[in-house]
């Protein structure tokens, strides 16, 4: 009966559910799990802010050591060393080793986990989470683990080198707040995952529900209020309404940033559109990066000044305007940097 009460009072899985279970059923057996599941949605990005507010908020949490051994442990910087084969973990400010030297694979830590590989690695190796103790977190292994978001992380199973994982979104307790019957799935972005099922691909909302139909032949995550998604009759960009937002297709293109889309209508020549589907920089480029700090990577097809009979793909540092602001080195030949979309397979 107990147990019933609490699965249907915090059926909706926010703090404020779980807290007022907590004032409401101060009987109730589940009153831990309550604590702990405000704790947890409290402290999401392992951030000492997040932990000093938490303890300065619910001085009544009845596991208040943790919290502050938790808060402790986020002002370390912790950074992932290799010694020999294997990885360990060390202070980055004091080189002080943090945790021991063990692992086959490491990543850095988000929300206070980290994905790592143990140190028996063959072909079937999984990949697991552990905490700032060097811990298990999650008990669980998985064919493909990325880092947690906000409480979130995409991860796969079966056979992903071979193209055959399924993906889901598990929360930092293991569970899996979408189960993993995806064929691929992007991290979470502005509220919504990309997602496909063989050739169909839709969006989901942040618990997993259908927010948009499976009905795009590829889809992109939103970024600035927009989600790249591919039709029958091109690349266009649809809004949160599901709305189509620029009234034009394009061969291929890429997520916005800085208020601007490399796109392609020929696959040969890519330039930066905006948020209305207009020209902003010309479309006179073998390839196109995204904008990040102000600046985008380009690449021109030129003759060697060597050899005139033989191309170049010369790359270049442009601003938001297009103009030049630096001359990379060129890559030894001339087929270009290709624009990939980024793929969880």
Same mark, same amino acid.
């Given at each position: ?128 989470? *552990?905490?700032?103790? @060097?811990?298990?977190? =999650? ?5 493909? /683990?990325? #880092? $947690?978001? &906000? %409480?979130? !992380? ?118 930066? *559109?905006?948020?209305? @589907?207009?020209?902003? =920089? ?5 390839? /196109?990066? #995204? $904008?990040? &700090? %102000?600046? !985008? ?49």
């Amino acid at each position: 009966m107990q147990d019933s009460i609490y699965e249907l009072y915090t059926r909706d899985g926010r703090v404020e559910t779980y807290l007022g279970f907590v004032q409401e059923h101060k009987g109730n057996r589940n009153i831990f799990k309550a604590w702990d599941e405000v704790y947890n949605l409290s402290t999401l990005n392992d951030k000492f802010e997040e932990y000093e507010s938490f303890i300065a908020k619910y001085a009544s949490f009845p596991n208040m050591p943790l919290a502050k051994q938790d808060m402790q442990r986020a002002g370390v910087a912790y950074k992932v060393a290799k010694r020999g084969d294997y990885y360990g973990y060390i202070d980055a400010k004091t080189g002080e080793e943090l945790l021991p030297f063990k692992l086959a694979e490491a990543n850095e830590f988000s929300g206070g986990l980290a994905v790592v590989s143990g140190t028996i690695c063959d072909e079937n190796c999984g990949y697991y989470y *552990i905490n700032k103790l @060097g811990d298990t977190a =999650i008990n669980k292994t998985f064919s493909f /683990a990325a #880092d $947690f978001v &906000n %409480g979130r !992380a995409v991860v796969g199973i079966g056979n992903c080198d071979e193209d055959s994982c399924k993906y889901g979104v598990i929360d930092r307790k293991g569970r899996y707040v979408i189960p993993p019957i995806y064929d691929e799935i992007s991290d979470l972005s502005e509220g919504f995952y990309a997602a496909g099922i063989e050739d169909d691909y839709g969006f989901l909302d942040e618990r997993g529900n259908i927010a948009f139909p499976f009905t795009y032949k590829y889809a992109l995550g939103f970024k600035e209020g927009f989600a790249a998604v591919k039709t029958d009759s091109g690349w266009t960009f649809v809004n949160k309404e599901n709305t189509q937002a620029i009234p034009r297709y394009f061969k291929d293109v890429r997520s916005f940033a800085a208020n601007l889309s490399a796109a392609t209508e020929n696959d040969s020549t890519w330039g930066f *559109i905006d948020h209305w @589907g207009k020209w902003v =920089i010309p479309a006179k480029y073998e390839s /196109a990066e #995204d $904008f990040e &700090n %102000g600046f !985008a990577i380009v690449t021109l097809k030129e003759k060697d000044k060597k050899n005139k009979s033989l191309f170049v793909s010369q790359r270049y540092k442009i601003d938001a305007t297009g103009k030049v602001v630096e001359k990379l080195e060129a890559p030894k030949d001339a087929s270009g940097k290709k624009n990939v979309r980024r793929k969880k397979k």
